[in-house]
């Protein structure tokens, strides 16, 4: 009965080639679900992640945005994007402040948490910023706290870097915020135990191939657990050239949430306010 269908198809030539294509989508789709997830997959999307990092809290976002507010001073109808934005502090807090700003990020839990916040001038949804969202849209795109340098390939972080720009209106701004690698590489502490609500992290850290590559593992009611975190040590010059290749310019360069001046020995955070180029 198939075999017949299969023949009467190859009668037709044009449904031969839609179904050679279904078969090829299909073969496509069941390799992808089958494949591992990445360690940002994973990791964002477990609640030890925001375990571990609760010093990282609302109090932190809202000192960073009053500060970049007070720089940038948006307009009273700007349009703002949060990528990657975890549960939403950011971009919550700038809801709050009166701003029409959307927030994506790859983690379901997470814009899950954050769609409770949402209303007519606040929305989230789940999307992977290496893809195009919206174009020509935002005045200000942000992409806070180390959400960039996780891909293996610097080819995925200019193409999400294309996207962000893409993003933009003409005279739409950046914020990338980053860490400052010089700096945490040259005092890394290769092993710690922190303990927070409870559990104890154990944390080891190694630098390999240009990624700081941090192993996280705990015992959790009595289940052992074991993440990874694998972050690019980009510098100043490699986000330069990432820059030029997306056609962003960098207008100023900060290095802490306090936009005191980057400097590379000192400063904890790469913090770039960029435009985009030829606009
Ligand atoms: C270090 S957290 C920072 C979150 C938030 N910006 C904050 O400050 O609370 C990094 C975030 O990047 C998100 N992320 C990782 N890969 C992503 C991707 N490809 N597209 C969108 N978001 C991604 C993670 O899910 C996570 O929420």
């Not at 919206?134 to 293996?152: K, Q, V, W």
Request: aromatic fraction near 18%.
């Amino acid at each position: 009965m198939f075999a017949a269908k299969i023949r009467n198809i190859e009668g037709y030539p044009m449904l031969n080639v839609c179904f050679n294509f279904a078969k090829l989508a299909i073969f496509a789709l069941l390799i992808k679900s089958n494949m591992p997830k990445k360690w940002f997959h994973n990791w964002f999307n477990s609640p030890y992640y925001h375990i571990l990092y609760q010093q990282r809290n609302d109090a932190e976002a809202e000192f960073f945005i009053d500060n970049l507010c007070a720089y940038l001073k948006p307009k009273a109808n700007s349009r703002l994007l949060d990528i990657a934005c975890g549960r939403g502090r950011h971009a919550i807090y700038l809801n709050k402040n009166g701003y029409d700003i959307t927030g994506i990020d790859l983690s379901i839990a997470s814009i899950k948490y954050a769609k409770e916040f949402e209303n007519n001038r606040l929305h989230f949804y789940v999307h992977d910023m290496r893809y195009l969202f919206y174009i020509n849209y935002f005045d200000i795109a942000f992409n806070l706290f180390t959400s960039f340098g996780y891909f293996e390939t610097d080819y995925d972080h200019v193409k999400s870097l294309r996207t962000f720009q893409k993003a933009l209106k003409p005279d739409g701004l950046l914020v990338l915020d980053y860490f400052n690698s010089h700096k945490i590489i040259t005092n890394l502490t290769a092993q710690e135990v922190k303990t927070v609500d409870g559990i104890d992290f154990h944390i080891n850290k190694i630098v390999e191939k240009n990624k700081i590559i941090k192993t996280i593992e705990f015992v959790h009611k009595h289940k052992a657990f074991a993440f990874k975190e694998q972050v690019k040590a980009y510098r100043f010059n490699d986000f330069k050239l990432f820059f030029e290749q997306s056609e962003l310019e960098i207008v100023h360069c900060f290095g802490s949430y306090n936009l005191e001046e980057f400097d590379i020995d000192n400063s904890d955070r790469l913090i770039f306010i960029c435009k985009k180029a030829h606009a």
